[in-house]
């Protein structure tokens, strides 16, 4: 059985950071690609970040400048640097990993780590 762990969310400041991880554990044979999402309360899920196994990313237009998605293949992990906090942040953010197993593609989410910018 495939999974994800995320964690790393909490209570900052306006103007202040977070870094977020995400864990993947199980069987399978590669990652094809990784990304974060976060969800605020009464809306839905909205793009943060991808990154492919290459290295590629990808942003969201909100957060451009100010958080930056990384991996470390060997750990099967990656990582969200959020820099500049707004409240206009504040969500869950869920990873997401699309994993190459035996029967295809399977895409994977985590269970989610709330973040809170407030002063």
């Known amino acids: 059985q495939v999974r994800l762990v995320e964690s790393g969310g909490g209570l900052v400041q306006p103007g202040g950071s977070l870094r977020l991880s995400c864990v993947a554990s199980?069987?399978?044979?590669?990652?094809?690609?990784m990304g974060w999402y976060q969800q605020a309360p009464g809306k839905e899920r909205e793009l943060v970040a991808t990154?492919?196994?290459?290295?590629?990313?990808n942003y969201g237009d909100s957060v451009k400048g100010r958080f930056t998605i990384s991996r470390d293949s060997a750990k099967n992990t990656i990582y969200l640097q959020m820099n500049s906090l707004e409240p206009e942040d504040t969500a869950v953010y869920y990873c997401?990993?699309?994993?190459?197993?035996?029967?295809?593609?399977?895409?994977?989410w985590g269970q989610g780590t709330p973040v809170t910018v407030s002063s």
């Open positions: 199980g069987r399978f044979f590669s990652i094809n690609s």
């Open positions: 997401s990993f699309r994993f190459v197993v035996s029967s295809g593609y399977l895409q994977v």
């Open positions: 990154i492919t196994s290459d290295g590629r990313a």
